[in-house]
């Protein structure tokens, strides 16, 4: 009895391992399922459409898509493996060449999480129709020649976290809206042609580890609580029309690594913040400005904690330039055209270990036959200084390919491998 049933036992369990294996074996056999739904490659088909073929067809990744195959395959298209649905579309230099209508199929891909068309000709507006885009994490249009007003329903993507308009023509101000992305980390809408003031609504954006707004037409002071924005790193603000002060808050971001202010209207006092901890700034611009005021450096000492100030007047001549010795990071500073009669001694330098670019122009500059500069220095620009003897330190400068040493009364020949002989 007991027999008869083993045997029944090990009859069906091979029974049961047969019917696996086949089971598999048909599985494995039989073709893929697509992954992409119906209505996202429809919308993709659509977008494809509104470009017609140019000449550079071949650059183009949507030429590479096929109506019946699967769109999550596709060249520049990534999908959600659980929904199916289009989560990024990346066509980065593609070569479309046509404007963003407002019904587009783009904006019928309601789950993309990054968006990228940077470097392809979109001319046109950017309709207010990329705001019901609202998972986006990423948007990237960069070089596109966008232009017209940046759309107030941007300020509804409350999940972005990086923000890439440069290289356009947006005209008008930044919009308010933007201050209600609190997950932005990186905003970058650089040579465009904005203007407007500095708002105090980015203030809002704690996240930010990059702002980039050079080349634009932007005016105004900048707001003087800039150190709520904790987590910056770089900051870019360079050729526009600021003026007014430079916040000393700016100065008190302990993360903060690159400011870079230059050929702006500063024209009043600059405070360059309380050092209580060491300075993480290795990039420091401040040429072209109208720096003509009282400026204070604020260093808060380590045994008595008091902060005092050290003055610069520009109209006194009593520049300290040593006060930048507290910038113990920096590997580039630009402090030319100061609008100062005061001079700049060479040997503050001397101190600086890892400088890799230094611009004094425009300002009177000396230094003595001994110096010698330990820091890399890779460019150096002594235009317009009022030197008179070729820089004898240039010849221990092994790293140097960039040198500007025009303008000045330089006299004497020129001796291989010695610099200037004077005659």
């Known amino acids: 009895m007991h027999s008869c049933c083993a045997r029944k036992i090990i009859v069906w369990s091979l029974c049961l391992i047969f019917y696996l294996s086949h089971s598999i ?15 996202q490659r429809d919308a993709l088909w659509e977008f494809k459409s509104e470009f017609p073929l140019s000449g550079m067809a071949a650059d ?43 019904s587009s199929g783009l904006f019928k891909l309601q789950y993309l999480h990054s968006l990228n068309l940077g470097s392809n000709n979109l001319a046109g507006i950017l309709p207010d129709f990329i705001g019901d885009l609202k998972y986006l994490r990423v948007l990237r249009l960069s070089g596109c020649n966008l232009f017209g007003k940046l759309p107030s329903s941007l300020g509804n993507l409350s999940d ?16 308010v809206s933007l201050g209600n992305l609190k997950q932005l980390t ?19 954006l704690t996240e ?36 007014g002060f430079v916040p000393s808050s700016l100065f008190m971001i302990p993360s903060l690594i690159h400011l870079k202010l230059e050929r702006n209207h500063f024209n009043s006092l600059l405070e360059i913040g309380n050092f209580s901890s060491p300075s993480k700034l290795q990039t420091l611009s401040l040429g072209g400005n109208r720096l ?9 000492t380590s045994r008595s904690l008091v902060s005092r100030p050290l003055f610069w007047d520009t109209l006194r001549d009593e520049v300290d330039f040593s006060t930048f010795l507290h910038l113990k990071s920096l590997t580039f500073l630009d402090i030319s055209t100061l609008n100062t009669r005061s001079i700049v001694d060479m040997s503050l330098f001397s101190h600086f270990e890892s400088l890799s670019l230094l611009s004094l122009s425009r300002n009177t500059v000396k230094f003595s036959s001994t110096l010698h500069l330990v820091s890399p220095i890779g460019s150096l620009a002594l235009a317009s200084c ?35 002989s004077q005659d």
Request: aromatic share 8%; charged share 15%.
């Open 25 to 39: 074996l048909v599985c494995g056999s039989s073709p893929p399922k697509h992954l992409c739904r119906q209505d």
């Open 60 to 102: 183009e990744k949507t030429q590479t898509w096929r109506n019946n195959s699967d769109c999550c395959s596709w060249d520049g298209i990534t999908c959600d493996p659980k929904t199916g649905n289009v989560a990024e579309l990346n066509l980065w230099g593609s070569s479309l060449n046509g404007s963003l209508r407002s």
């Open 160 to 175: 972005l976290t990086v923000l890439e308009l440069d290289g356009n023509g947006f005209t008008g101000e930044l919009p």
């Open 186 to 204: 990186k905003l970058l809408v650089a040579s465009s042609k904005l203007s407007g003031n500095f708002h105090h609504a980015l203030l809002n």
């Open 208 to 243: 930010l580890t990059a702002i980039n707004l050079v080349s634009n037409q932007l005016e105004g002071t900048l707001p003087s609580n800039m150190s709520s924005l904790s987590k910056l790193e770089y900051f870019d603000i360079g050729s526009n029309l600021f003026s």
């Open 292 to 300: 003509s005021g009282p400026i204070r450096i604020y260093i808060k």
């Open 386 to 420: 009022n030197i008179s003897e070729f820089p004898k330190f240039l010849r221990t400068q092994t790293s140097l390919f960039n040198l500007d040493i025009s303008q000045n009364q330089i006299k004497g020949k020129y001796q291989r491998g010695y610099g200037v």
